[in-house]
């Protein structure tokens, strides 16, 4: 019925040939060593890169339980990289003054009340504060003689009477502020009083142009998320009088834009129509009239950042299934070059016009995300190895995995198993779905506490990663392929995906379990109910189990509806409900193991709680449901990533390549994975 066929690309495990006969496997315990490199952005002259690097709390080791540590770091073409500012701290907004040589951040520090922006002199010198505005500055920009600066924050709210008192009840959706766009000329040691510049709606996102001239400003009719998704508009603003000069009237979801040099043209990021379900296609618009075209809409590819070369080109970020790309763009559309990354994963692109290279990340099968120098024709130069014990690991065997799907598409993902042939029967899979379904898996660094990746290589397992249809890098078309069909075609691929890698011989039909988050989380419950025959064991995290209260329990039933179901509820209620896994839970074989935040506000965690009930009344499988406090829609601090990993790795282990039966202890034994730093049995 189906073809498939393994594309020669990157092989970790190979790329430890030598020595790594002797070497520990990748355990959960090394996920609270690993950094990973944020956003980077190029100095004026081209030569340094400042960077945020990610930091977890290793719990394993005594630390403080939290969110990771944002650092910043700064590095230099030909030389290495040192850090700047480190400690328990979330750096973030970094950019370098203009004029100054200096780099500025937000950070929440000392004394500070909300998130002020801080400057840092790479030369040398601690940060010093240089501005704090009322309420958390949540985003800024520059002008071009680094005197002015423009920045978005909300106004400062009065003291509601009578909370002392137990007063403090909540108006859903009403108690919610817009941020607004703001102007100051901040000087360290002083306090001066910022001026809000006056624009109707939600500021969420700025760009300067090159004059001081003009202003981008990202707007949406209220902070409600919803409305960040479908109804954010870019205005070009008047940085002397604050009058809208020009909107680029796009019709769906927007990303961000950049000037070109002679602030004559925006590049921006859009979604190709009202029901695109990502802002992925590049566009060229007149500043003055706010008018745009289109660049290579049919290109089977999503642009995920991009830069001006010059006045009459730009280079765009492009995911390729998945590759990486650097393309260049004339203004008219026309595609000049296209240079295609073998090795590693590009995922944020910065630089200045005129520039011979650009500041990059990227990560690969055998490290996580990185800083890079980058030329338009893909030379990359990396700027510093922040996880040099990976080298002292044995990871998996990783490359691109390709079917044919039932209906006769080709479906692609990214394959990970055990280094060496496959055993005799084939190895236990985890089939591994990505949230969206509006994103993609790339062949790069896929290893983190809710995907096994290397960590259930090292177990024994093959995982694997397919970008379904409704996925994002092959284009507008395959990512509306799955509108209007909740559980259909998208689904029908992750089976098709297995008997594939059956078919050729890499895992065994009888031992294949399922995990995802979101989305992800929806197939996996939908893989323990509607599908349970395919899946020995299931991991469902923050899922969807009923699509009917989920619709109307989120905070985005609007984007549900215009790039998702393209129906609402009440025109088809039994289509809903028979596309919710709710409905099948009584046919259900599966063992499943489903997680949820507490705080969850995207898929509320009523959801999980309806699917654990429908399954503890209606079916004999084994179910556990597990409730994380003070989490959302996924875990942000170390110990609930650290008691996640965990959890699901032992459900596979007892499901999948134990005794079965009834699930394993509820507790976990963290006297010895602690103390120990070791994972358990």
Do not use: C
């Amino acid at each position: 019925m189906k073809t498939s066929r393994i594309i020669a690309g990157a092989a970790a495990g190979l790329a430890l040939a030598g020595g790594a006969a002797a070497q520990a496997p990748l355990e959960i315990a090394d996920l609270f060593e690993i950094s990973q490199a944020g956003s980077a952005v190029l100095s004026p002259d081209g030569g340094h890169i400042a960077y945020t690097l990610s930091d977890p709390r290793n719990v394993v080791e005594g630390e403080e339980n939290g969110p990771p540590d944002v650092h910043l770091w700064i590095g230099e073409a030909g030389g290495g990289a040192r850090s700047y500012v480190s400690g328990h701290i979330s750096v973030s907004d970094i950019a370098w003054r203009p004029g100054a040589g200096t780099v500025t951040f937000t950070a929440k520090r000392g004394d500070d009340e909300h998130s002020a922006l801080y400057e840092i002199d790479p030369t040398g010198g601690e940060a010093v504060r240089l501005f704090a505005h009322d309420t958390a500055i949540s985003g800024y920009v520059w002008g071009p003689q680094g005197e002015t600066l423009y920045f978005v924050a909300k106004a400062e709210e009065d003291e509601e009477p009578y909370t002392d008192q137990g007063f403090n009840a909540r108006v859903y959706e009403e108690d919610v502020e817009p941020a607004h766009l703001w102007t100051v000329q901040p000087e360290a040691g002083t306090e001066p009083e910022a001026e809000q510049v006056e624009l109707d709606g939600h500021v969420s996102a700025l760009s300067m142009s090159h004059s001081g001239d003009l202003i981008a400003v990202a707007i949406a009719p209220t902070p409600l998320i919803d409305d960040h998704y479908m109804n954010r508009r870019w205005h070009v603003v008047d940085t002397q009088s604050g009058e809208i000069r020009s909107t680029l009237e796009t019709e769906g979801k927007t990303g961000g834009v950049s000037f070109s040099p002679d602030d004559r043209h925006l590049a921006l990021i859009a979604g190709a129509d009202r029901h695109d379900p990502t802002a992925g296609t590049l566009a060229i618009a007149d500043v003055r009239s706010g008018e745009f075209a289109l660049v290579a809409r049919a290109a089977e590819q999503h642009i995920q950042d991009m830069a001006w070369i010059d006045d009459e080109s730009v280079l765009a970020l492009a995911h390729v299934g998945t590759a990486s790309a650097l393309v260049t763009y004339t203004l008219d559309g026309e595609e000049t070059a296209r240079s295609v990354q073998d090795d590693v994963v590009l995922r944020s692109l910065d630089g200045q016009a005129g520039a011979s290279r650009f500041a990059a990340t990227a990560d690969a099968p055998t490290h996580p995300r990185e800083a890079f120098f980058v030329s338009a024709d893909g030379a990359l130069e990396r700027v510093h190895n922040h996880n040099e014990f990976l080298s002292a690991r044995t990871l998996g065997d990783q490359q691109v995995f390709r079917f044919e799907a039932r209906d006769g598409v080709e479906i692609e993902g990214v394959l990970i198993t055990p280094p060496g042939d496959a055993p005799r029967g084939g190895w236990p899979l985890i089939l591994t779905v990505h949230g969206g379904p509006e994103a993609h898996d790339s062949n790069g660094w896929l290893t983190n506490y809710s995907d096994p990746g290397h960590i259930g290589a090292g177990d024994g397992y093959a995982v694997f990663y397919p970008n379904y249809r409704g996925s994002t890098g092959r284009g507008e078309a395959f990512a509306k392929a799955h509108q209007n069909d909740y559980a259909g075609t998208e689904f029908n691929d992750l089976v098709d995906g297995v008997d594939a890698l059956v078919e050729a011989g890499i895992v065994n039909r009888d031992r294949v379990g399922i995990t995802g988050g979101s989305y992800g989380g929806y197939a996996s419950m939908w893989g323990a109910t509607a599908l349970t025959e395919h899946f020995a064991a299931s991991v469902a995290f923050v899922g969807i189990s009923d699509q009917i209260s989920k619709f109307l329990t989120t905070d985005i039933p609007n984007e549900a509806y215009l790039v998702h179901s393209r129906e609402w509820p009440w025109e088809d209620w039994q289509n809903l409900l028979e596309r919710s896994p709710i409905f099948h839970a009584g046919d259900s074989q599966t063992p499943t193991l489903i997680l949820h935040g507490e705080d969850d506000t995207r898929v509320y965690p009523g959801q999980s709680l309806e699917l654990y009930r429908s399954l503890k009344l209606r079916s004999d499988a084994p179910v556990r449901l597990i409730f994380y406090p003070g989490e959302g829609h996924g875990n942000r601090k170390a110990a609930a990533q650290f008691d996640y990993a965990h959890r699901m790795m032992r459900w596979f282990d007892h499901y999948l390549q134990g005794e079965g039966g009834e699930p394993p202890a509820s507790d976990l034994p963290f006297s010895e994975l602690i103390e120990s730093g070791e994972d358990s049995d």
